[in-house]
């Protein structure tokens, strides 16, 4: 009984990546509109870092990333995803990656970046997992091993985008905010309470983070609406 539970709560942290199991549905569509918004966000450049976040837990950041990590690599971009929730990492899960080395061991020289990173089941997608969870993870994200990493990574990947903990729990999001190119807060329809959701803007914002804007997930559609396809 106690197998059967650990086993079904290991399972509730897999996500579907619907963005590549079905590239065409609705939702998909949805994900590549962000895609789209986040691209032409930016009068000063191109968006090369991004953070997702949320005010609290269960918002649906993580799906949200993983989603987005996904369209940017289908565009021919390279990516990568890194789960930056040194806390309750998940990234690991949704991609069904080992969790054994990642961004803490980088991060503290134990291991080489080329060592943690590993490609994804889809095209031009690269996962650096969390790593072992540390006992001072705002100061590793703060570090100057985290600037340089950032500053390597540009060179080698076109897009690189980080799963961050909810920024009214802790520091992480606002740290990381302040070094990327452009934050997405993530709140969920129904659920996140809107005085959180301001203060978690308000915090983003006294960090100095680019906030590019809000993804409204899990909004009930009571209308039918159509998606059109142009093709030659």
């Known amino acids: 009984m106690i197998f059967r539970k650990k086993q079904d709560a290991k399972q509730s942290t897999n996500r579907t990546l619907i963005t590549h199991t079905n590239s065409m549905s609705p939702i ?20 090369r870092s991004l953070v997702v976040t949320s005010s609290g837990p269960g918002e649906g950041k993580s799906t949200t990333v993983a989603n987005l990590a996904v369209v940017f690599a289908q ?10 929730d040194l806390r309750k990492p998940t990234v690991h899960y949704t991609f069904r990656k080992d969790n054994t080395v990642g961004l803490t061991n980088v991060l503290t020289r134990q291991t080489a970046f080329s060592k943690a990173v590993s490609e994804s089941d889809i095209e031009n997608l690269y996962i650096l997992p969390s790593g072992p969870i540390p006992p001072n993870p705002a100061e590793l994200l703060g570090s100057n091993a985290m600037n340089e990493l950032l500053e390597d990574l540009y060179e080698q990947f076109d897009m690189v ?10 520091t992480d999001a606002q740290i990381l905010a ?9 709140v969920k ?44």
């Open 161 to 170: 985008l980080f799963d961050t903990p909810p920024v009214l729990a802790v």
């Open 75 to 84: 565009q021919g971009k390279r990516v990568l995803l890194i789960d930056a």
């Open 28 to 47: 998909s569509e949805q994900y590549k509109t962000i895609r789209t918004n986040i691209q032409f966000s930016s009068l000063d450049g191109d968006i």
């Open 189 to 232: 329809s129904g659920y996140t309470v809107t005085d959180a959701a301001s203060k978690a803007k308000e915090l983003l914002l006294a960090a100095q983070a680019k906030l590019l804007g809000v993804v409204l997930n899990q909004r009930e559609q009571k209308e039918s609406h159509y998606y059109y396809y142009y093709g030659k």
């Open 178 to 186: 302040s070094k990327s190119n452009g934050t997405i807060l993530v």
